[in-house]
């Protein structure tokens, strides 16, 4: 069962403005990632579920979590099945993102008052989504849509909340061209875990690189 509800795990992406994007098939560097981010200020994480036996590697990580990172919500990405959603609902997953939109996971997830955040590239995926109690969707790819997309969104339908994945830096530059056009929060992958870093065990590099883009996040907030 997820440890924080919808409005909890909305308060918290909106809180620090960033949902670090991870996975690993080494549960212990998984869990080693996750505390990085924690100590740098994340209190959403999504597990993308990408891999061989991923669901093992993640019930794993939330229960290290609850012990050593008691304030954060793990959520599960990349699902596209609401066989695969009510799998991690299980496994204690407090937010559920996939990269397009289907309607039986919002039902799954709805039921349980978690938050399932789907991906949408057009106006009316994001309005058929809403209509289905998505409360925050995601832009995808980000790269591909950019920041204009999210303002020509957000001018009609203002009461949108969206966060957008794919591509995103963690760079003053970048994260304030989002949250210029409006986003609720950014999901960010790769950028945020270099693979020498992650090689190499540099958790504080990780935690120092959360730490600023949140501030990146919190500046973008007070203009």
């Known amino acids: 069962m997820a440890r924080f509800d919808k409005i909890d795990v909305l308060a918290k992406m909106r809180i620090t403005g960033i949902v670090p994007v991870f996975y690993h098939s080494n549960p212990e560097i998984a869990k080693q990632v996750v505390k990085a981010c924690y100590d740098g200020g994340v209190r959403a994480f999504e597990f993308t579920n990408r891999g061989d036996f991923a669901h093992e590697v993640f019930a794993e990580v939330v229960k290290y979590a609850a012990n050593e990172c008691p304030e954060l919500a793990v959520g599960v990405g990349s699902v596209v ?83 957008v994945t794919g591509g995103v830096e963690p760079t003053r530059e970048n994260i304030s061209a989002w949250f210029a056009a409006g986003v609720y929060c950014v999901g960010m992958g790769s950028k945020l875990f270099p693979k020498d870093k992650i090689a190499a065990a540099d958790w504080q590099y990780i935690s120092d690189k959360c730490a600023e883009a949140i501030g990146y996040a919190a500046e973008c907030r007070t203009k």
């Open 81 to 163: 099945d609401p066989a695969t959603a009510a799998l991690y609902l299980q496994l204690g997953a407090c937010f559920v993102v996939g990269p397009l939109f289907n309607p039986e996971v919002a039902r799954v997830c709805n039921r349980r008052s978690v938050p399932y955040t789907p991906g949408c590239g057009t106006v009316s995926e994001v309005g058929a989504a809403q209509e289905c109690g998505c409360d925050l969707c995601k832009v995808f790819p980000g790269d591909v849509l950019g920041p204009k997309f999210v303002k020509g969104l957000t001018a009609p339908m203002p009461w949108s909340k969206l966060m």
